[in-house]
């Protein structure tokens, strides 16, 4: 059923197939449906300092580090970029917003799917470039036995954040497996293309406002309509990696 998405993934990265050993989990948007409250504690923060942004714009920086969201706001408001002070200020003051919001809810789906690798033998890394503490502390009582400490990437754990490859090679490096061994979960366009740039097959979710031409643009490999159904065609798919090589 997906045998065509996974050889033209293979055929661009030059790959004789895939063997999933690997599964790189994405947290807001993915895990969390938290992307509305940030888009509104980043609105709130940026807009108090006298900055003009719309909450909508932040859906297109998802996956970026708190830092790299910052600069892209201060070079368009005053030309350069924060200092190292203003990104850990401005940072701490969005994640108060965030906090003092309505507390988010798990993605209808999400522990479904993260129960269905688990069940299979699937390593499960988180790739965030969050650092929050709300929400990564509570993975253990939303998401029990999937996620461990040392397979987790954080925004501090990177130098570049998503689009760029760092946060998923790190993932890959942490579980020990090759790019042609993982599979990436990913709402956000950044996210997808840093885990395509890392070469791990991106799983596309769309649950939030952005096309999904901006994913194909972006390079999934395949892309669900929700958390519900990437869980249920994910069996079909682990079965297709398995089966599906490429003719030399
Ligand atoms: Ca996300």
């Known amino acids: 059923m997906f045998e065509t998405q996974i050889l033209n993934f293979c055929q661009s990265k030059h790959y004789k197939g895939i063997m999933p050993r690997a599964a ?25 300092l006298g900055i003009e942004a719309t909450p909508e714009e932040f859906y297109l920086y998802e ?18 970029d924060a200092t190292p002070d203003e990104v850990k200020e401005l940072y701490h003051r969005k994640t108060v917003y965030f906090s003092e919001l ?5 993605m209808p789906g999400a522990l479904e799917l ?47 954040g998503k689009p760029h490859p760092e946060p998923f090679i790190k993932a890959m490096q942490r579980a020990r497996v090759s790019p042609s061994a993982a599979i990436a979960v990913e709402n956000a366009p950044l996210g997808v293309e840093s885990a395509c740039r890392a070469g791990a097959f991106p799983v596309a979710v769309t649950t939030g406002p952005i096309p999904v031409k901006c ?32 003719e030399s």
């Not at 830092?67 to 030309?79: C, E, K, P, V």
């Not at 965030?128 to 400490?149: H, N, V």
Request: net charge negative.
């Open 24 to 48: 790189l989990i994405d947290m807001d948007g993915t895990l969390y449906d938290s992307m509305g409250n940030h888009a509104r504690a980043w609105h709130r923060m940026i807009t108090e």
């Open 63 to 80: 996956g970026r580090t708190g830092a790299s969201t910052i600069n892209i706001l201060f070079q368009r408001a005053y030309g350069r």
């Open 102 to 106: 309505p507390a988010v809810k798990p």
């Open 114 to 160: 993260m129960n269905l690798f688990k069940d299979m033998g699937i390593i499960r890394v988180l790739v965030t470039g969050s650092g929050q503490r709300t929400l990564i502390d509570r993975l253990e009582a939303d998401f029990p036995g999937i996620f461990t400490p040392e397979l987790m990437i954080c925004g501090n754990d990177v130098i570049h």
């Open 215 to 246: 994913f194909e643009d972006a390079g999934a490999g395949i892309i669900f309509s929700s958390m519900p159904e990437a869980a249920r065609q994910m069996p079909v798919l682990l079965l297709d990696m398995l089966t599906t090589r490429l």
